[in-house]
Structure formats: structure tokens, C-alpha cells
């Protein structure tokens, strides 16, 4: 039951719900032998992406534009040693 609570939650985060929590809870019918799961899920509040805010000195750290013409395209940030 624990790798089907994680699977729920990955799914959940991949769509931004990531203070989701789930809680399975079970019931036992003993007269036709059968187990029923149930899942409660509290999707919690959705997150957002507001923005990339770069500070400091832009000669501290080295970027590049890059796009499939050479224009602006994805921005790649290099970090570390050149």
C-alpha cells in the first residue's frame, strides 16, 4: 500500500499539488473474503510558478541564450568551474 500512496503523490505533484496528502484507509469483508482501499486525498494548496528573479553581478555568472536559429531560445545559467 506504501507504493501506491507514492505513486498518488508523484502524480499529484507532477500537476503542482505538492502539499497534497493522501490516506488510505482500509475495510475487511470476511463473508465474500475481499479487502476495500480507499484513498483521501487532500490536495492541499496548488504551486505556482512566479518568475526567475537573477541578482547580483551579471559578470559573476556566466550565461548563455541559445535557440534552434541561434536567437533567444532556453537559457542555460553555467555554474562552476569554465
Same mark, same amino acid.
Given at each position: 500500500?506504501?507504493?501506491?500512496?507514492?505513486?498518488?503523490?508523484?502524480?499529484?505533484?507532477?500537476?503542482?499539488?505538492?502539499?497534497?496528502?493522501?490516506?488510505?484507509?482500509?475495510?475487511?469483508?470476511?463473508?465474500?473474503?475481499? /479487502?476495500?482501499? $480507499?484513498? %483521501?486525498?487532500? #490536495?492541499?494548496?496548488?504551486?505556482?510558478?512566479? &518568475?526567475?528573479? /537573477?541578482?547580483? $553581478?551579471? %559578470?559573476?555568472? #556566466?550565461?548563455?541564450?541559445?535557440?534552434?536559429? &541561434?536567437?533567444?531560445?532556453?537559457?542555460?545559467?553555467?555554474?562552476?568551474?569554465?
Amino acid at each position: 500500500m506504501r507504493q501506491a500512496v507514492e505513486n498518488i503523490q508523484t502524480q499529484l505533484r507532477a500537476n503542482g499539488l505538492y502539499y497534497a496528502t493522501v490516506s488510505p484507509t482500509t475495510s475487511v469483508e470476511p463473508s465474500i473474503q475481499q /479487502i476495500n482501499i $480507499d484513498f %483521501a486525498i487532500d #490536495p492541499g494548496k496548488r504551486a505556482k510558478f512566479d &518568475g526567475v528573479v /537573477i541578482e547580483g $553581478d551579471p %559578470a559573476a555568472l #556566466p550565461m548563455r541564450f541559445s535557440g534552434p536559429h &541561434g536567437g533567444a531560445g532556453r537559457l542555460a545559467c553555467l555554474v562552476g568551474a569554465p
